[in-house]
């Protein structure tokens, strides 16, 4: 191994202590923890320690100024009980793609991998072995100077947390068009996968869920005509029969999940555009009875639908989602990528090293 990672062993494993067949999501959390800290010049310290609350200065940097960028990703264990991750690479320079746009340091690709590596394997037993479960992978980085006063911080920490996920059955989600709020403008920080993007939303999409909604689907501003994304999730449609995504300007996070779709979709053979497409559109093509599924992509759900959309005075209801017959071709195709019931043409699973690890 490149890089030397200390690691000390919890005592007695808390997995016990967990009920696969219900487990809450972002509850849970397994029994390692990996951990980095950036001296102002290198990445140093890789540990690998019992999960526990560590401690934070009053001033940390990270808290006051919003330097905290974040991943989340999934491990599976394959039908041959193989764990493995799902484009890890892509999220590792997503990561770094978000740590340039917050002025923060790069972690090297390789280091990102083999903490994961190490961390994954350690805490397998951790990876729910049914399809649709997974092991919840939590990246995140954060500014850590003891400082108050406007600048880049000189010091940061990297940490990887895990925690099992039950299968999500999402309830297909009603959206509401945003035409007030934004969450990201081109040149802002939309792209990069940045805890104060969320923050923002926090506001906007409570008085949407207390109108009866449960998520919003941004436009873009000024004009509040071009589709950008949904909470957490990239908007697909199925407009006649074409799947239509937005093209990602700047303002759109760059989804793992969506790449993953709009590949095995287009490989297949369906129809796709990426695109810009405005809410007119979506709503003429309503009219006409040729909008024939909506659906959100991203790591936690995978595929959820979109049962209905308002804009204005505008209500969308969408077919069911037995009629969804493309997403749920995408979701069936994804989900048995990554249990290993499809092949993997595209190397996007990497194995983990549980058995030698369990050596260590
Ligand atoms: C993480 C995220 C997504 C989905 O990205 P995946 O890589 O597919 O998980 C979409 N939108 C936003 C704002 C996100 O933060």
């Given at each position: ?20 067949d ?8 397994s ?7 950036y ?21 940390c940097?990270g ?12 491990a ?5 009980g193989?764990?493995?991750?799902f ?7 997503r ?13 090297p ?9 190490v961390l ?32 880049p ?14 299968p999500?059955y ?7 068009a ?7 403008v ?8 940045a805890?104060?993007?969320y ?11 207390n ?17 950008q ?8 449609f ?11 300007d ?5 989804g ?62 969408l ?7 493309i ?21 996007w699973?990497t194995p ?9």
């Open positions: 191994m490149k890089y030397p990672v200390s690691i000390t062993r919890i005592e007695r494993s808390r997995l016990e202590e967990v009920n696969f219900n487990i809450v999501f972002g509850r849970h959390f029994d390692h923890i990996f951990i980095a800290d001296d102002g010049q290198n990445w140093t310290d890789f540990r690998i320690e019992p999960f526990a609350a560590f401690s934070i200065h009053p001033a940097m808290l006051h100024y919003g330097q905290s960028i974040f991943e989340g990703m999934k599976t264990k394959t039908v041959d193989q764990p493995v991750l484009r890890p690479e892509m999220h590792a320079q990561l770094n793609a978000s740590a340039r746009r917050m002025c923060m340091p790069e972690l690709e390789d280091l990102f991998m083999e903490a994961l590596d994954v394997g350690l805490d397998s037993n951790w990876i729910p072995p049914r399809e649709g479960s997974a092991l919840y992978i939590r990246p995140l980085m954060f500014a850590n100077d003891e400082f108050i006063g406007v600048r911080s000189q010091k940061y920490r990297f940490v990887i947390m895990t925690g099992p996920v039950g999500y999402p309830k297909p989600v009603r959206l509401l945003e035409n007030h709020y934004v969450r990201a081109r040149g802002g920080t939309g792209e990069a996968k805890a104060g993007n923050a923002g939303a926090m506001l906007p999409t409570k008085l949407a869920q109108k009866g909604f449960d998520q919003l689907l941004w436009l873009e501003a000024p004009e509040f005509k071009y589709i994304e949904v909470g957490t999730m990239n908007i697909f199925v407009i006649d029969g074409v799947v239509v995504t937005p093209t990602t700047g303002a759109i996070l760059k793992i999940t969506r790449d993953s779709i709009l590949t095995l979709l287009k490989d297949a053979g369906y129809p796709v555009e990426v695109r810009r497409i405005t809410i007119g559109e979506v709503i003429e093509a309503y009219r006409q009875g040729k909008l024939q599924e909506a659906f959100g992509t991203g790591t936690a759900a995978v595929v959820s639908h979109v049962s209905h959309i308002q804009y204005q005075d505008i209500l969308m209801e077919p069911s989602v037995e009629k969804c017959l997403s749920n071709w995408a979701k069936d195709h994804l989900e048995g990528l990554r249990s290993g019931r499809f092949p993997d043409p595209y190397g699973l983990v090293h549980a058995l030698e690890l369990a050596e260590v």
